[in-house]
């Protein structure tokens, strides 16, 4: 999490949240090793490659929600403000991606 100096903390998001972890958050132990032991489990669990960052405001109320589907920026574990840009690192880019703040 970083935070502009002003008004808002950004924060890079790796992956999305994944709707069967959601779903087996709340079950018993029994539900979790069955699910675990189902064949392609690991297909099926494997995150997407999106980008995803969002802004949050001082009171931690979301402002921006940036996404990219594409996958071309993607596993975003950093992002930093700076003159009017937000600079994104990741675990699967070779570089720093660059876009217009919001």
């Known amino acids: 999490m970083t935070f502009d100096g002003r008004d808002r903390f950004w924060i890079g998001l790796v992956y999305r949240r994944d709707p069967l972890l959601d779903w087996l958050r709340g079950r018993s132990a029994f539900w979790k090793k069955l699910v675990l032991r189902l064949p392609l489990i690991e297909a099926l669990a494997a995150p997407e490659k999106q ?3 969002i802004g949050l405001d001082l009171e931690g109320n979301v402002v921006a ?3 990219d589907p594409t996958g071309r920026v ?3 574990t950093h992002v930093v403000e700076h003159d009017g840009w937000l600079y994104l690192g ?3 880019m070779p570089a720093v991606a660059r876009l217009p703040a919001p």
């Open 51 to 53: 980008g995803f960052a």
């Open 65 to 67: 929600n940036l996404q």
């Open 74 to 76: 993607a596993a975003v």
């Open 90 to 92: 990741s675990l699967s």
